[in-house]
């Protein structure tokens, strides 16, 4: 069995920053030795790809909506992946799923519940 489990999630205001953390064991881990992924899901909203990175963390990929705010890296010696999250927007609000797969980095961003392996989420609040 594999496990995704992230963390760091909390409510914030407008203008400050997050880092969230996914951490990976066991098949979920070889896994992530492939691909990782961000996503998130508002409420009433479908979920949406935020970011992605491929095993030596030289490629990544972004969602227009955070470009230039986010930014996505990875530990591979403690089998972790960072999100971290600057100049946070109301809009932003949302809980943070990441997921880790066999795949290319930049299939990642077409990824589905039921493909790879999915944490339980963490919620992110801003409030403006």
């Known amino acids: 069995q594999g496990q995704v489990a992230e963390s760091g999630g909390g409510s914030v205001q407008a203008g400050d920053s997050l880092r969230l953390s996914c951490a990976t064991s066991?098949?979920?881990?070889?896994?992530?030795?492939?691909?990782v992924g961000w996503y998130r899901q508002a409420p009433g909203k479908e979920r949406e790809f935020v970011s992605s990175i491929n095993w030596s963390g030289e490629i990544s990929h972004y969602a227009d909506s955070v470009k230039d705010r986010f930014t996505v890296s990875r530990d591979n010696a403690k089998d972790v992946v960072y999100l971290q999250m600057n100049n946070l927007k109301p809009e932003d609000t949302a809980v943070y799923y990441c997921a880790a797969a066999n795949s290319f980095v930049r299939d990642m961003q077409s990824l589905k519940p039921g493909n790879g392996f999915w944490g339980q989420g963490t919620q992110v609040t801003v409030s403006s």
């Open positions: 066991g098949r979920a881990a070889a896994s992530a030795a492939a691909a």
